[in-house]
T-cell receptor, first 110, second 114 residues
Framework: DQQVKQNSPSLSVQEGRISILNCDYT??????FLWYKKYPAEGPTFLISISSIKDKNEDGRFTVFLNKSAKHLSLHIVPSQPGDSAVYFC?????????FGKGTTLSVSS | NAGVTQTPKFQVLKTGQSMTLQCAQDMNHNSMYWYRQDPGMGLRLIYY???????DKGEVPNGYNVSRLNKREFSLRLESAAPSQTSVYFC?????????????FGPGTRLLVL
């Protein structure tokens, strides 16, 4: 059974608007959460992370929110730009390894 | 500083052939990882090496072997390739700088098994 779920395979947003990507996880013992971004024909690149002791972390246009009681993680991108079009993977830290969701493809139109 | 490098970038194999995917990192990281990415499946961990001299199975290890040659290099071997191993393979290394943990990925190896 999937431990990390990204239930929306795709999301389309207009330039300048907010993009919200969601992620749910099953195990309350996970204590570190990350978002990765992946362009076609490239490896994933780290975007932003949050530890379980926080509920929000910001880095420029990117903000990650953590709701531990709901076991829910979200990534907000404001304002969205066409260059943000990519696949976004949610990942959780589980000891030495990371467990990834299946990804959400974000398309930002100008 | 090249980060994580992988060779080859692309490979075509026939069923039953063997090959080794190479990975190297120059960031002095202890932990290294091999993932495969398939359409609609996200990234799945094949094997990892928490430190030089150790290796452990991940979620999908069957059909693969690994070698942690030294701190820099972590190779993935397919002894007898099968069409189900057609995928994109990513190597990663792990940084624990400060309190922030992240994994840095290579550009990937695209493998087609006919």
């Amino acid at each position: 059974d999937q431990q990390v779920k990204q239930n929306s395979p795709s999301l389309s947003v207009q330039e300048g608007r907010i993009s919200i990507l969601n992620c749910d996880y099953t195990n309350s013992m996970f204590d570190y959460f990350l978002w990765y971004k992946k362009y076609p024909a490239e490896g994933p690149t780290f975007l932003i992370s949050i530890s379980s002791i926080k509920d929000k972390n910001e880095d420029g246009r990117f903000t990650v929110f953590l709701n531990k009681s709901a076991k829910h993680l979200s990534l907000h991108i404001v304002p969205s730009q066409p260059g943000d079009s990519a696949v976004y993977f949610c990942a959780v830290g589980a000891g030495t390894a990371l467990i990834f969701g299946k990804g959400t493809t974000l398309s930002v139109s100008s | 500083n090249a980060g994580v490098t992988q060779t080859p970038k692309f490979q075509v194999l026939k069923t039953g052939q063997s090959m080794t995917l190479q990975c190297a990192q120059d960031m002095n990281h202890n932990s290294m990882y091999w993932y495969r990415q398939d359409p609609g499946m996200g990234l799945r961990l094949i094997y990892y090496s928490a430190s030089e001299g150790t290796t452990d199975k991940g979620e999908v290890p069957n059909g693969y072997n690994v070698s942690r040659l030294n701190k820099r290099e972590f190779s993935l071997r397919l002894e007898s390739a099968a069409p189900s191993q057609t995928s994109v393979y990513f190597c990663a290394s792990r940084s624990l700088a400060g309190k922030q943990e992240t994994q840095y990925f290579g550009p990937g190896t695209r493998l087609l098994v006919l």
